[in-house]
């Protein structure tokens, strides 16, 4: 009798037509669960990041840095492109930053600014580039938290021979004086074009590049 019962039920279910409603907006809720969902990184993962973003930041910066001093050299002569020889500080360049968990900085071993005089670390990896070791981009862990991104600077546009070249050829002596004025201690000129003047330098932090990574809110609280 049981088994009578059961291949009774089985025809009755079979014969039947269950039709299951679909969620409403089921496809964007998976895609936006897979989108939130926490990706498995390995630390090259990690370091492919940094150079790919460090990358992104720089490109954008020394675009918007030789579009910036041609308007205002244009405009104002050097007295006018002065206060914008410093592209990690537009405000792009800074958006793309903290998007990224990253700080950037320029070093040189001839600086305009003594701030930019590179030290410690800083300036052994800087020498990479000036003794020829290294022409590219880099990526290193300098430990567990935070991850470091270098990249050369060579003087590409003859724009910035209006500030940095030689004294009374490509930099005029009056405006040399307006430099001086602002940077007394100036050693960035007599340049040519193709001269290495410096390194860009990213610091990024490990935790807010993973949270960007995976699309969740940056975790670190370092100061900026």
């Known amino acids: 009798m049981l ?4 291949l009774g039920t089985a025809f009755i279910v079979s014969g039947c037509d269950v039709k299951v409603k679909p ?21 090259q993962d990690i370091l492919n990041a940094a150079q790919k973003y460090g990358d992104s ?33 537009f405000e792009k ?9 990253a700080i950037s900085r320029r070093f040189s071993e001839r ?11 800083t300036a052994q990896a800087l020498n990479r580039y000036s003794s020829d070791q290294e022409r590219e981009a880099k990526v290193e862990a300098l430990n ?18 209006s500030c940095h070249g030689t004294v009374g050829q490509e930099l005029s002596e009056s405006d040399h004086t307006l430099i001086k004025e602002k940077y007394p201690q100036d050693q960035a000129t007599g340049y040519k074009r193709g001269d290495l003047m410096g390194m860009w330098e990213l ?15 940056k975790k670190s609280r370092r100061p900026r």
């Open 3 to 6: 088994a009578t019962i059961t």
């Open 93 to 101: 360049v800074e958006a793309l930053q903290h998007k990224f968990g």
């Open 111 to 121: 600086p305009r600014n003594p701030k930019n005089l590179a030290r410690g670390g």
């Open 144 to 161: 567990q938290n935070e991850i470091r991104y270098t990249s050369p600077i060579y003087l590409r546009d003859e724009t910035c021979l």
């Open 23 to 43: 969620i409403e907006g089921g496809k964007e809720i998976a895609r936006e669960l897979e989108r939130h969902k926490i990706k498995r990184l390995t630390q």
């Open 203 to 217: 610091t990024f932090d490990k935790m807010d590049l993973v949270a960007f990574l995976n699309d969740q809110p």
């Open 57 to 89: 930041v720089v490109v954008v910066a020394e675009r918007l840095h030789v579009l910036q001093l041609t308007e205002h050299l244009n405009q104002g002569g050097v007295a006018a492109a002065i206060p914008y020889c410093q592209p990690e500080n």
